[in-house]
T-cell receptor, first 112, second 113 residues
Framework: QQQVKQSPQSLIVQKGGISIINCAYE??????FPWYQQFPGKGPALLIA?????SEKKEGRFTISFNKSAKQFSLHIMDSQPGDSATYFC???????????FGTGTRLQVFP | KAGVTQTPRYLIKTRGQQVTLSCSPI?????VSWYQQTPGQGLQFLFE???????NKGNFPGRFSGRQFSNSRSEMNVSTLELGDSALYLC???FGTGGETQYFGPGTRLLVL
């Protein structure tokens, strides 16, 4: 029940295309769902986050779509750029704690 | 504003030794969490500290321990190192627990030979 399942494991997208990464969870006590971006040799950096009372959140080229009934959420990267090439992690957290449960990560490669 | 700092950045140890890693949170942050990142297991939660109290502990053996000081700085210790402890150890900080954005440091890369 603590798992967060993430797919795909890797993704190759042409510059200007849309990158889509999906995550699913089981624990309905989760109330915060962040996405982190990690470049080689760096720690994860928060990209965008959503709470279950919202179905979509957009920040620039990054959008989270959240489906509470299906217990799924996804990250959409519009107009993907070579600089977006990184590993992306979804995560989930219960209220009252900082403990993040991470997905397994998606390695995104954007080719010019 | 300085980010989360972790020292040392790289460390090489041999099996059976012990190691202490340090994390300085962002100024004003009182919550510190630790994670282990490996290619096989991904990012796994180790501990969470707030105001010097351990609030949560992950599923790791007792060889892994941690503490937080009154200035919110935190240390984690791994005793009797095993080859499988080779990993990137990440620290994250936030203002409080459960409601705030967490910011990660660059990590300490530990290699156990």
């Amino acid at each position: 029940q603590q798992q967060v399942k993430q797919s795909p494991q890797s993704l190759i997208v042409q510059k200007g295309g849309i990158s889509i990464i999906n995550c699913a969870y089981e624990n309905t006590a989760f109330d915060y769902f962040p996405w982190y971006q990690q470049f080689p040799g760096k720690g994860p950096a928060l990209l965008i986050a959503i709470r279950p009372d919202v179905s979509e959140k957009k920040e620039g080229r990054f959008t989270i779509s959240f489906n509470k009934s299906a217990k799924q959420f996804s990250l959409h990267i519009m107009d993907s750029q070579p600089g977006d090439s990184a590993t992306y992690f979804c995560a989930a957290r219960r209220g009252g704690t900082d403990k993040l449960i991470f997905g397994t990560g998606t390695r995104l490669q954007v080719f010019p | 504003k300085a980010g989360v700092t972790q020292t040392p950045r790289y460390l090489i140890k041999t099996r059976g030794q012990q190691v202490t890693l340090s994390c300085s949170p962002i100024s004003g942050h009182r919550s510190v969490s630790w994670y282990q990142q490996t290619p096989g297991q991904g990012l796994q939660f180790l501990f969470e500290y707030f105001s010097e109290t351990q609030r949560n502990k992950g599923n790791f053996p007792g060889r892994f321990s941690g503490r937080q000081f009154s200035n919110s700085r935190s240390e984690m210790n791994v005793s009797t190192l095993e080859l499988g402890d080779s990993a990137l150890y990440l620290c994250a900080s936030s203002f409080g627990t459960g409601g705030e954005t967490q910011y990660f440091g660059p990590g300490t890369r530990l290699l156990v030979l």
